[in-house]
Protein backbone atom coordinates (compact mmCIF):
# COMPACT_ATOMS: atom_id res chain seq x y z
CA UNK A 1 0.00 0.00 0.00
CA UNK A 2 1.11 3.19 -1.24
CA UNK A 3 1.34 6.11 1.70
CA UNK A 4 0.67 9.84 1.38
CA UNK A 5 1.92 12.50 4.06
CA UNK A 6 -1.21 14.90 3.54
CA UNK A 7 -0.04 18.03 5.05
CA UNK A 8 -3.23 20.51 6.02
CA UNK A 9 -5.01 22.47 8.05
CA UNK A 10 -7.67 19.98 9.88
CA UNK A 11 -9.40 22.89 10.51
CA UNK A 12 -9.98 23.26 6.54
CA UNK A 13 -13.43 22.19 5.05
CA UNK A 14 -11.39 19.95 2.52
CA UNK A 15 -8.75 18.04 5.06
CA UNK A 16 -11.28 15.54 5.82
CA UNK A 17 -12.38 15.04 2.75
CA UNK A 18 -9.41 14.76 0.67
CA UNK A 19 -7.84 12.13 3.12
CA UNK A 20 -11.14 9.69 3.05
CA UNK A 21 -10.49 9.97 -1.03
CA UNK A 22 -7.08 9.14 -1.15
CA UNK A 23 -7.60 6.55 1.18
CA UNK A 24 -10.91 5.29 -1.23
CA UNK A 25 -7.83 5.00 -3.60
CA UNK A 26 -5.93 2.75 -1.66
CA UNK A 27 -3.43 5.14 0.29
CA UNK A 28 -2.43 5.14 3.70
CA UNK A 29 -2.35 8.80 4.93
CA UNK A 30 -0.71 10.08 7.47
CA UNK A 31 -1.71 14.04 8.46
CA UNK A 32 0.18 16.75 9.78
CA UNK A 33 -1.63 19.92 10.31
CA UNK A 34 1.17 22.67 9.58
CA UNK A 35 -1.43 25.26 12.04
CA UNK A 36 -0.73 22.14 14.68
CA UNK A 37 0.06 25.44 17.33
CA UNK A 38 -2.03 27.34 18.52
CA UNK A 39 0.47 30.54 17.54
CA UNK A 40 -0.33 29.56 13.95
CA UNK A 41 -3.88 28.79 14.09
CA UNK A 42 -5.92 32.08 13.87
CA UNK A 43 -9.39 29.92 15.00
CA UNK A 44 -7.51 28.89 18.11
CA UNK A 45 -8.65 31.65 20.65
CA UNK A 46 -5.00 31.82 22.58
CA UNK A 47 -4.28 32.75 19.31
CA UNK A 48 -5.37 36.44 19.65
CA UNK A 49 -3.97 36.80 23.11
CA UNK A 50 -0.62 35.81 21.33
CA UNK A 51 -0.80 37.85 18.80
CA UNK A 52 -1.55 40.78 20.66
CA UNK A 53 2.43 40.56 22.47
CA UNK A 54 4.38 43.21 21.31
CA UNK A 55 5.54 42.48 18.06
CA UNK A 56 8.80 41.14 18.33
CA UNK A 57 7.20 38.98 20.95
CA UNK A 58 4.71 37.99 18.98
CA UNK A 59 7.50 37.01 15.90
CA UNK A 60 9.83 34.87 18.23
CA UNK A 61 6.88 33.03 18.93
CA UNK A 62 5.55 32.66 15.60
CA UNK A 63 8.90 31.00 14.61
CA UNK A 64 9.78 28.98 17.36
CA UNK A 65 5.99 27.25 16.27
CA UNK A 66 6.96 27.01 12.89
CA UNK A 67 10.06 25.36 13.99
CA UNK A 68 8.23 22.61 15.83
CA UNK A 69 5.93 21.94 13.26
CA UNK A 70 8.73 21.63 10.75
CA UNK A 71 10.72 18.95 12.80
CA UNK A 72 7.32 17.11 13.37
CA UNK A 73 6.59 16.95 9.23
CA UNK A 74 10.35 15.86 8.54
CA UNK A 75 10.17 13.75 11.13
CA UNK A 76 7.51 11.91 10.22
CA UNK A 77 8.48 12.06 6.57
CA UNK A 78 11.44 10.27 7.69
CA UNK A 79 9.71 7.76 9.32
CA UNK A 80 7.29 7.05 6.76
CA UNK A 81 8.92 7.24 3.95
CA UNK A 82 5.94 8.84 1.74
CA UNK A 83 5.45 7.81 -2.09
CA UNK A 84 3.73 11.41 -1.90
CA UNK A 85 3.73 14.48 0.14
CA UNK A 86 0.85 16.58 -0.32
CA UNK A 87 0.06 19.83 1.02
CA UNK A 88 -2.87 21.88 1.16
CA UNK A 89 -1.85 25.39 0.52
CA UNK A 90 0.75 25.72 2.65
CA UNK A 91 1.98 29.05 2.50
CA UNK A 92 4.20 29.61 5.28
CA UNK A 93 5.96 26.12 5.14
CA UNK A 94 9.81 26.98 4.54
CA UNK A 95 11.62 26.38 1.57
CA UNK A 96 14.51 24.51 3.20
CA UNK A 97 11.57 21.86 4.24
CA UNK A 98 10.41 21.65 1.12
CA UNK A 99 13.36 21.01 -0.36
CA UNK A 100 14.47 18.07 2.07
CA UNK A 101 11.10 16.69 1.49
CA UNK A 102 11.53 16.77 -2.31
CA UNK A 103 14.45 14.54 -1.96
CA UNK A 104 12.15 11.61 -0.38
CA UNK A 105 9.27 11.81 -3.18
CA UNK A 106 7.53 14.09 -5.24
CA UNK A 107 5.30 17.08 -3.98
CA UNK A 108 2.25 18.16 -4.86
CA UNK A 109 0.85 21.20 -3.92
CA UNK A 110 -3.40 22.08 -3.98
CA UNK A 111 -3.64 25.78 -3.73
CA UNK A 112 -7.27 26.74 -3.16
CA UNK A 113 -6.75 30.58 -3.61
CA UNK A 114 -6.45 32.36 -6.87
CA UNK A 115 -5.30 35.85 -8.38
CA UNK A 116 -5.23 38.06 -5.75
CA UNK A 117 -2.51 35.76 -4.56
CA UNK A 118 -0.68 35.69 -7.73
CA UNK A 119 2.33 37.21 -6.28
CA UNK A 120 2.55 34.21 -3.26
CA UNK A 121 1.87 31.40 -5.82
CA UNK A 122 4.74 32.54 -8.39
CA UNK A 123 6.93 32.50 -5.35
CA UNK A 124 6.17 28.86 -4.10
CA UNK A 125 4.80 27.12 -7.26
CA UNK A 126 8.53 26.30 -8.09
CA UNK A 127 8.98 24.15 -5.31
CA UNK A 128 6.69 21.56 -5.84
CA UNK A 129 6.85 18.85 -8.93
CA UNK A 130 3.25 19.50 -9.41
CA UNK A 131 1.35 22.80 -8.80
CA UNK A 132 -2.84 22.12 -8.39
CA UNK A 133 -4.79 25.45 -8.35
CA UNK A 134 -8.65 25.90 -9.24
CA UNK A 135 -8.20 28.56 -11.94
CA UNK A 136 -7.69 27.96 -15.49
CA UNK A 137 -6.60 31.20 -15.77
CA UNK A 138 -3.87 30.93 -12.97
CA UNK A 139 -2.56 27.89 -14.42
CA UNK A 140 -2.20 29.50 -18.02
CA UNK A 141 -0.52 32.16 -16.50
CA UNK A 142 1.57 30.17 -14.79
CA UNK A 143 2.34 28.30 -17.59
CA UNK A 144 2.93 30.73 -19.84
CA UNK A 145 5.95 32.04 -17.11
CA UNK A 146 7.72 28.79 -17.63
CA UNK A 147 6.16 26.75 -14.76
CA UNK A 148 5.21 23.98 -16.74
CA UNK A 149 4.03 21.56 -13.04
CA UNK A 150 0.93 23.82 -12.77
CA UNK A 151 -2.20 21.83 -13.05
CA UNK A 152 -5.88 23.14 -13.38
CA UNK A 153 -8.25 21.27 -10.59
CA UNK A 154 -11.58 22.78 -9.85
CA UNK A 155 -13.10 22.60 -5.95
CA UNK A 156 -14.85 19.71 -5.13
CA UNK A 157 -18.35 18.30 -3.39
CA UNK A 158 -17.78 16.14 -0.77
CA UNK A 159 -20.39 13.71 -2.10
CA UNK A 160 -20.14 9.79 -2.78
CA UNK A 161 -22.13 7.95 -5.60
CA UNK A 162 -24.25 6.49 -3.02
CA UNK A 163 -26.10 9.82 -1.43
CA UNK A 164 -29.48 10.80 -2.66
CA UNK A 165 -31.11 14.16 -3.48
CA UNK A 166 -34.12 14.19 -0.25
CA UNK A 167 -36.74 17.05 -0.82
CA UNK A 168 -36.70 18.82 1.87
CA UNK A 169 -39.63 19.13 4.45
CA UNK A 170 -39.30 22.87 5.55
CA UNK A 171 -36.66 25.83 5.23
CA UNK A 172 -35.15 27.92 8.17
CA UNK A 173 -33.72 30.73 5.63
CA UNK A 174 -34.97 32.12 2.23
CA UNK A 175 -31.51 33.41 1.41
CA UNK A 176 -28.51 32.66 2.66
CA UNK A 177 -25.22 33.57 2.35
CA UNK A 178 -21.70 32.54 3.46
CA UNK A 179 -18.64 34.71 2.88
CA UNK A 180 -15.82 37.64 3.59
CA UNK A 181 -16.61 40.91 3.68
CA UNK A 182 -13.76 42.55 2.55
CA UNK A 183 -13.80 46.44 0.87
CA UNK A 184 -11.23 45.74 -1.49
CA UNK A 185 -11.63 41.95 -2.54
CA UNK A 186 -15.23 41.65 -1.99
CA UNK A 187 -17.21 44.81 -2.00
CA UNK A 188 -19.20 43.82 -4.22
CA UNK A 189 -20.84 41.41 -2.17
CA UNK A 190 -22.61 44.39 -0.25
CA UNK A 191 -24.13 45.72 -3.16
CA UNK A 192 -25.34 42.57 -4.48
CA UNK A 193 -26.92 41.49 -1.03
CA UNK A 194 -28.64 44.90 -0.47
CA UNK A 195 -30.95 43.58 -3.54
CA UNK A 196 -32.58 40.47 -1.55
CA UNK A 197 -32.44 41.58 1.94
CA UNK A 198 -36.57 42.32 1.93
CA UNK A 199 -36.62 38.47 0.88
CA UNK A 200 -35.57 36.89 3.68
CA UNK A 201 -31.46 37.37 3.74
CA UNK A 202 -29.64 35.66 6.60
CA UNK A 203 -25.76 35.99 6.07
CA UNK A 204 -22.64 34.73 7.96
CA UNK A 205 -19.02 35.85 7.57
CA UNK A 206 -16.63 37.52 9.63
CA UNK A 207 -17.06 40.23 12.18
CA UNK A 208 -16.50 43.35 8.96
CA UNK A 209 -20.69 42.59 7.99
CA UNK A 210 -21.09 44.47 11.13
CA UNK A 211 -19.67 47.83 9.89
CA UNK A 212 -21.26 47.12 6.97
CA UNK A 213 -25.31 48.47 5.36
CA UNK A 214 -25.86 44.51 6.18
CA UNK A 215 -25.27 44.39 9.71
CA UNK A 216 -28.58 43.74 10.86
CA UNK A 217 -29.18 40.35 8.41
CA UNK A 218 -25.48 39.21 10.07
CA UNK A 219 -25.66 36.02 12.14
CA UNK A 220 -21.50 36.25 13.24
CA UNK A 221 -19.27 33.53 12.10
CA UNK A 222 -19.91 30.43 11.16
CA UNK A 223 -17.97 26.96 12.23
CA UNK A 224 -16.88 24.88 8.95
CA UNK A 225 -19.55 21.68 10.16
CA UNK A 226 -22.38 24.05 10.22
CA UNK A 227 -22.00 25.16 7.03
CA UNK A 228 -23.55 22.31 5.25
CA UNK A 229 -26.46 22.23 7.73
CA UNK A 230 -27.19 25.66 7.04
CA UNK A 231 -27.09 25.54 3.22
CA UNK A 232 -29.82 22.61 3.62
CA UNK A 233 -31.99 24.60 5.37
CA UNK A 234 -31.31 27.32 2.69
CA UNK A 235 -34.23 27.75 -0.32
CA UNK A 236 -31.60 29.66 -2.15
CA UNK A 237 -27.93 30.16 -1.85
CA UNK A 238 -26.37 33.20 -3.10
CA UNK A 239 -22.70 33.07 -4.65
CA UNK A 240 -20.60 36.06 -5.73
CA UNK A 241 -16.77 35.79 -5.40
CA UNK A 242 -13.79 38.29 -5.46
CA UNK A 243 -13.91 41.64 -6.96
CA UNK A 244 -14.80 41.86 -10.82
CA UNK A 245 -11.24 44.20 -10.70
CA UNK A 246 -9.58 40.31 -9.97
CA UNK A 247 -8.72 39.00 -13.49
CA UNK A 248 -9.28 35.47 -13.18
CA UNK A 249 -11.87 32.41 -14.20
CA UNK A 250 -12.15 29.64 -11.36
CA UNK A 251 -14.90 29.82 -9.06
CA UNK A 252 -15.01 29.36 -5.17
CA UNK A 253 -16.04 26.64 -3.26
CA UNK A 254 -19.18 27.41 -2.88
CA UNK A 255 -20.98 26.54 -5.42
CA UNK A 256 -19.73 22.60 -4.52
CA UNK A 257 -20.87 23.11 -1.02
CA UNK A 258 -24.66 24.58 -1.62
CA UNK A 259 -24.97 22.09 -4.78
CA UNK A 260 -23.61 19.29 -2.17
CA UNK A 261 -26.36 20.22 0.36
CA UNK A 262 -28.54 20.11 -1.95
CA UNK A 263 -30.36 23.41 -2.47
CA UNK A 264 -30.77 26.17 -5.14
CA UNK A 265 -27.39 27.88 -6.16
CA UNK A 266 -27.48 31.47 -7.52
CA UNK A 267 -24.49 32.39 -8.57
CA UNK A 268 -22.65 35.82 -9.82
CA UNK A 269 -22.17 35.10 -13.67
CA UNK A 270 -18.44 36.26 -14.00
CA UNK A 271 -15.91 33.40 -12.87
CA UNK A 272 -16.87 31.93 -16.29
CA UNK A 273 -15.52 28.42 -15.10
CA UNK A 274 -19.12 27.85 -13.55
CA UNK A 275 -20.92 27.54 -17.11
CA UNK A 276 -18.22 24.20 -17.35
CA UNK A 277 -19.24 22.89 -14.51
CA UNK A 278 -22.56 22.74 -13.96
CA UNK A 279 -25.22 23.59 -16.64
CA UNK A 280 -27.20 27.13 -16.28
CA UNK A 281 -30.76 27.13 -16.09
CA UNK A 282 -30.74 23.75 -15.30
CA UNK A 283 -28.21 23.02 -12.64
CA UNK A 284 -27.35 26.50 -11.24
CA UNK A 285 -29.10 29.86 -11.82
CA UNK A 286 -27.04 33.15 -12.93
CA UNK A 287 -27.02 36.36 -12.52
CA UNK A 288 -25.44 39.31 -14.19
CA UNK A 289 -25.72 42.00 -11.09
CA UNK A 290 -27.84 43.96 -8.79
CA UNK A 291 -31.14 43.74 -10.49
CA UNK A 292 -31.37 40.63 -11.72
CA UNK A 293 -29.97 38.74 -8.65
CA UNK A 294 -33.26 40.14 -7.42
CA UNK A 295 -35.36 39.22 -9.92
CA UNK A 296 -34.39 35.95 -9.93
CA UNK A 297 -34.27 35.08 -6.32
CA UNK A 298 -38.31 36.33 -5.77
CA UNK A 299 -38.90 34.16 -9.45
CA UNK A 300 -37.52 31.05 -7.35
CA UNK A 301 -38.93 31.87 -4.28
CA UNK A 302 -42.53 32.24 -5.48
CA UNK A 303 -41.66 29.08 -7.99
CA UNK A 304 -41.30 26.03 -5.70
CA UNK A 305 -41.20 23.20 -8.12
CA UNK A 306 -39.03 24.87 -10.42
CA UNK A 307 -36.44 25.76 -7.44
CA UNK A 308 -36.70 22.44 -6.87
CA UNK A 309 -35.64 20.96 -9.60
CA UNK A 310 -32.88 22.80 -10.35
CA UNK A 311 -31.54 21.98 -6.44
CA UNK A 312 -31.72 18.01 -7.44
CA UNK A 313 -29.92 18.63 -10.84
CA UNK A 314 -27.41 20.09 -9.45
CA UNK A 315 -26.93 18.24 -6.69
CA UNK A 316 -27.05 15.04 -9.14
CA UNK A 317 -24.50 16.67 -11.28
CA UNK A 318 -22.28 17.59 -8.44
CA UNK A 319 -22.51 13.65 -6.94
CA UNK A 320 -21.44 12.40 -10.60
CA UNK A 321 -19.12 14.68 -11.89
CA UNK A 322 -17.46 17.05 -9.01
CA UNK A 323 -16.63 14.65 -6.04
CA UNK A 324 -13.21 15.07 -4.00
CA UNK A 325 -12.86 10.78 -5.15
CA UNK A 326 -12.75 12.14 -8.44
CA UNK A 327 -10.44 14.99 -8.13
CA UNK A 328 -8.12 13.34 -6.23
CA UNK A 329 -8.34 10.26 -9.23
CA UNK A 330 -7.63 12.85 -11.24
CA UNK A 331 -4.12 13.95 -9.36
CA UNK A 332 -3.27 10.14 -8.89
CA UNK A 333 -3.77 9.58 -12.67
CA UNK A 334 -2.05 12.87 -14.12
CA UNK A 335 1.03 13.01 -11.75
CA UNK A 336 1.66 8.65 -11.24
CA UNK A 337 2.16 8.74 -7.82
Same mark, same amino acid.
Given at each position: ?????????????????????????????????????????????????????????????K??????????I???????????????????????????L?????????????????????????????????D??????????????????????????????????KY?Y????????DR???????? !??? @? $???? %??? #???? *? /???????R?????????????????????????? !??? @? $???? %??? #???? *? /???????????????????????????????????????????????????????????????????????????K????
Amino acid at each position: MKNILLIAPTSSTMCSPIRRAFEHHGFEVSLVDYRGNFVLNPENILHRFVKNLPPRLFVYFKRRAKRLITRQILKKAEKIKPDCVFVVKGPALYPDTLVSLRKICPLINYYPETMDQIDLIKKIAPYYDYFVNLDPYVVEMLKKEGYKNALYIPFSADLNENDRWIRPQKYLYNISFIGTYDRKFYSEREF !ILN @E $VKDF %GLC #LWGN *E /AWSDTSLRGYYRGRVKTEDIQNIYRNSKIVINAD !ISR @E $VLGT %GVN #LRPF *E /ATAAGTMLLNRDDRKDIFNLFEDGKEFVSFSGAGDVRQKAEYYLNHEEERLKIAEAGFNRARNDHTYIKRIGEIIKITGI
